[in-house]
T-cell receptor, first 116, second 109 residues
Framework: KAGVTQTPRYLIKTRGQQVTLSCSPI?????VSWYQQTPGQGLQFLFE???????NKGNFPGRFSGRQFSNSRSEMNVSTLELGDSALYLC???????????????FGEGSWLTVV | EDQVTQSPEALRLQEGESSSLNCSYT??????LFWYRQDPGKGPEFLFT???AGEEKEKERLKATLTKKESFLHITAPKPEDSATYLC??????????FGQGTELSVKP
């Protein structure tokens, strides 16, 4: 069974540009969430989607957005990139809505974004 | 405010030297405490989920336990391949996962 797949694995962008990251959840999983990981802040929650609807949002500016498609695949977009957006962006999937008990959450390998 | 604190930040062990990692949490209504292992440059790998005080789970050399305020990850007779960062997380308000800063474990042969 394939795990959570994220593309691209590595990318370099210039300040002011925008970027789109993609995530394919484990087959059958309907919940997808996104996290940002940096050395200073650790893992921080960005947002969660379930059945194409955003269910939860973390404390990030509006430049960070996402969406989920009918096949549960998800994308996140960061506009007007800043140097501080350089981070590992992780996607996680689970079978049901994350607030449910008994719901194991699996992570992908992440997308390394460097903003120069 | 929901919060997770892990200690120590870093731990160096000799192969075979057992020890424990701590995860203290503050959350209104625990709906699951998670342990993950993360290797450099990779995403977190799921290890355990614990739901209620007194619960224990084991996997190879790892054993996770849970009380009302903290969780421990016990490592018995560790091997160099156990070297990684171990992350603890809880379901916070609204169901989002709140992570601790992690414990970086290094096991020397």
């Amino acid at each position: 069974k394939a795990g959570v797949t994220q593309t691209p694995r590595y990318l370099i962008k210039t300040r002011g540009q925008q970027v789109t990251l993609s995530c394919s959840p484990i087959s059958g999983h309907r919940s997808v969430s996104w996290y940002q990981q940096t050395p200073g802040q650790g893992l921080q929650f960005l947002f969660e989607y379930f059945s194409e609807t955003q269910r939860n949002k973390g404390n990030f500016p509006g430049r960070f957005s996402g969406r989920q498609f009918s096949n549960s695949r998800s994308e996140m977009n960061v506009s007007t990139l800043e140097l501080g957006d350089s981070a590992l962006y992780l996607c996680a999937s689970s079978a049901t809505y994350r607030g449910s008990s008994g719901n194991t959450i699996y992570f992908g390998e992440g997308s390394w974004l460097t903003v120069v | 405010e929901d919060q997770v604190t892990q200690s120590p930040e870093a731990l160096r062990l000799q192969e075979g030297e057992s020890s424990s990692l701590n995860c203290s949490y503050t959350v209104s209504g625990l709906r699951g405490l998670f342990w993950y292992r993360q290797d450099p440059g990779k995403g977190p790998e799921f290890l355990f989920t614990l739901y209620s005080a007194g619960e224990e789970k084991e996997k190879e050399r790892l054993k996770a336990t849970l009380t009302k305020k903290e969780s421990f990850l016990h490592i018995t007779a560790p091997k160099p391949e156990d070297s990684a960062t171990y992350l603890c997380a809880v379901h916070g308000q609204g169901g989002k996962l709140i992570f601790g800063q992690g414990t970086e474990l290094s096991v020397k042969p």
